[in-house]
Nanobody, 121 residues
Framework: QVQLVESGGGLVQAGGSLRLSCAAS????????MGWYRQGPGKQRELVAT???????NYPDSVKGRFTISRDNAKNTVYLQMNSLKPEDTAVYYC???????????????WGQGTQVTVSS
């Protein structure tokens, strides 16, 4: 089995910073694209950032220039550095990854359990 475990959420004032981490564990042969999504109160889940195994990144305009996604392939871990946080960034943040398993060598998509980020004004 494969698990994604997030950490690093919390409460921060507007303008502050937080760093989220997500570690993948289990029968992992390879991890392809990893990403972060968020779901605010009463909103649909939305993309925050993605990063390929080669390091190419993608951000929506809402976080571009403020958030930075990175990954450590040796640790099967993805990070999200969030700077200049705004109250509208308040949401549950979810880690996501496309992972190739060791047993059947097939690719499956996995989600973490989510971590709460609250930005006060």
């Amino acid at each position: 089995q494969v698990q994604l475990v997030e950490s690093g959420g919390g409460l921060v004032q507007a303008g502050g910073s937080l760093r989220l981490s997500c570690a993948a564990s289990g029968r992992i042969l390879r991890i392809n694209t990893m990403g972060w999504y968020r779901q605010g109160p009463g909103k649909q889940r939305e993309l925050v950032a993605t990063i390929t195994s080669g390091g190419s990144t993608n951000y929506p305009d809402s976080v571009k220039g403020r958030f930075t996604i990175s990954r450590d392939n040796a640790k099967n871990t993805v990070y999200l550095q969030m700077n200049s946080l705004k109250p509208e960034d308040t949401a549950v943040y979810y880690c996501n990854a496309d992972i190739v398993g060791t047993i059947y060598r097939d690719t499956n998509n996995y989600w973490g359990q989510g971590t709460q980020v609250t930005v006060s004004s």
